[in-house]
């Protein structure tokens, strides 16, 4: 005979599961019941006025305060105008005191007693703070719930004034929240908008970053292909520059010339690839990349546009690396360019110092002699400056001038050993 199978247990029903239709419930009067410190932001006012509103709300609930037939009513108003102290710090416990005081005050004059005005004023202050702080619908919630209030203690025959007074005290409520919930989006507007600005800049700064480092490449992928040249075109010449070269130099020069064959190949791919932005871009500049020997026809360029420009070079002027050369001579004609632009007519002054390791460059300007254009689309050179130093290791800084004006130096490194003096030079 088979065994009988045990009674199975009832599914456990879940305690939680009856509250769910309470959770939107819940989430609505959440901000309503936290007692966690919601401070009144200061207005972006000038400094003097950016605390305007927390004083008027001093003084008004020092002025309520002094409302009352006898101790029991000034008690309840000094309570009651305290709210509106309490509401700039906590604005949901005091909505709770001032709608308990607002039930308070009546219950506790006889019934024939007719309320002022002036308690319905203080609780719209109250339901204004707090829609400053809380989202519209919890606000919205707050100020039914007081209106409902009213509305109850009139039916019940509570001493709240006639029906005229209870609905002026809830037009007073709903003007408070139309009001404060106005406030409070264009508060988080202009939050939302500030984040933007800010997110969009430092979008643009990173793009500068990159578009620089971009034409950075470019122009000294033409340095590099050159002396990658130099060196295939020597090692395939080499072989015939010795008599019977041995076999085994024959081929490490031929390796050399194909790995720099290579690598030539390499870096044009590498220039393709940053020069096709869009279809529409212009065609490359195939002219040479200058050098620190066209340095005196830019500043005559710079000085036949009107602004007086002075050059002054220490120590021995020598030839530096070609990247050295090239950024030196864009850093110049960057700082130039920024002088022409925003500082019309000013003085300028540039100085070239080459030491042992190192070439130093000074750019200074004083202050403008005219009215500069606008620029918009000014604002990516010193990026650009910036870069060129910081992919040789230098230093680099910019800056107003102490005596007014403006000022540019940057300390490249040269990594070329120090120039033979004048009587090694000479013939023997």
């Not at 509305?151 to 003007?175: C, D, F, I, N």
């Not at 220039?271 to 871009?281: I, K, P, T």
């Not at 065609?283 to 710079?302: E, N, Y």
Request: net charge neutral; hydrophobic share 45%; aromatic share 4%.
């Amino acid at each position: 005979m088979p065994a009988t199978p045990p009674p199975t247990d009832p599914v456990p029903r879940n305690p939680l599961k009856p509250l769910k239709p309470l959770k939107p419930l819940i989430l609505l009067l959440a901000p309503l019941l936290t007692p966690t410190p919601d401070p009144l932001p200061p207005l972006t006012w000038p400094r003097p006025l950016r605390y305007l509103p927390h004083t008027l709300v001093a003084l008004a609930a020092t002025a309520l305060a002094a409302t009352g037939a006898d101790l029991t009513a000034r008690l309840l108003a000094v309570t009651h105008a305290a709210t509106l102290l309490l509401a700039l710090r906590r604005p949901a416990p005091a909505y709770w005191l001032s709608l308990t005081c607002c039930a308070a005050i009546p219950l506790a004059h006889p019934p024939t007693h007719d309320n002022e005005l002036w308690a319905w004023a203080v609780h719209a202050g109250v339901l204004l703070l707090l829609a400053l702080r809380v989202p519209l619908l919890p606000a919205a919630t707050a100020t039914a719930l007081s209106a409902a209030l009213g509305a109850a203690l009139k039916l019940l025959g509570v001493g709240v004034g006639s029906w005229p007074t209870v609905a002026t005290g809830t037009a007073l409520y709903a003007t408070a929240l139309l009001a404060g919930a106005i406030r409070r989006g264009r508060r988080e507007d202009r939050a939302r908008l500030a984040e933007q600005i800010e997110a969009t800049a430092a979008e643009r700064a990173r793009r500068t970053v990159l578009e620089e480092r971009a034409r950075i490449a470019r122009e000294l992928h033409d340095v590099v292909a050159h002396h990658m040249s130099l060196i295939s075109i020597q090692a395939d010449a080499a072989p015939y520059r010795v008599p019977d070269p041995p076999g085994e130099l024959v081929t490490e020069l031929a390796a050399i010339r194909a790995n720099a064959l290579e690598g030539l190949a390499e870096l044009r791919r590498l220039l393709g690839l940053l020069r096709a932005e869009s279809a529409d871009d212009a065609p490359a500049d195939i002219t040479p990349q200058p050098s620190l020997d066209q340095l005196d026809a830019l500043l005559s360029q710079v000085r036949a546009t009107g602004l007086p420009v002075s050059a002054r070079v220490t120590g021995t002027r020598r030839a530096l690396p070609p990247g050295v050369e090239l950024s030196a001579y864009r850093i110049v004609q960057e700082a130039l360019s920024n002088t022409l632009r925003h500082a019309p007519g000013a003085a300028t002054a540039v100085e070239l110092g080459y030491g042992r390791t190192t070439l130093t460059l000074r750019v200074t300007n004083g202050p403008a002699t005219g009215t500069a254009p606008p620029s918009p689309g000014a604002g990516h050179g010193l990026t650009g400056m910036r870069e060129r130093v910081a992919m040789l290791g230098g230093d680099f800084a910019a800056g107003p001038a102490p005596e007014g004006g403006y000022e540019v130096t940057a300390t490249l490194p040269t990594h070329t050993a120090p120039p033979l003096s004048p009587d090694k030079d000479s013939p023997a």
